[in-house]
């Protein structure tokens, strides 16, 4: 069983920047496929960025050039950087770890961009 625990949300202006962290439990997190999506208000639950074990990343098209995934296998943790953000970034971002047969997520964290 692998727990997940997001921080690092919050309220910021667009243009701004936050950084999210993943937190997780439990052994073998350097095999995971960790990643991070984001459900707004009214809207689908939709993929943000992915990482596999073997370091291939993808970012959906609207967050390319101002996201970055990163993960420290050390710390059992992977983060979310997110400049210029932008008002349609508003939303819960879950992150989410895969292995093969499992499937886990976090609690969410808000972010809130709005001037």
């Known amino acids: 069983q692998v727990q997940l625990v997001e921080s690092g949300g919050g309220l910021v202006q667009p243009g701004g920047s936050l950084r999210l962290s993943c937190a997780a439990s439990?052994?073998?997190?350097?095999?995971?496929?960790m990643g991070w999506y984001r459900q707004a208000p009214g809207r689908q639950r939709e993929l943000v960025a992915t990482e596999s074990s073997g370091g291939n990343t993808y970012y959906t098209d609207s967050v390319q050039g101002r996201f970055t995934l990163s993960r420290d296998n050390a710390k059992n943790t992977v983060y979310l950087q997110m400049n210029s953000l932008k008002p349609e970034d508003t939303a819960v971002y879950y992150c989410?770890?895969?292995?093969?047969?499992?499937?886990?997520w976090g609690q969410g964290t808000q972010v809130t961009v709005s001037s």
């Open positions: 439990g052994s073998f997190f350097s095999l995971y496929t």
């Open positions: 989410n770890a895969i292995l093969v047969g499992s499937n886990y």
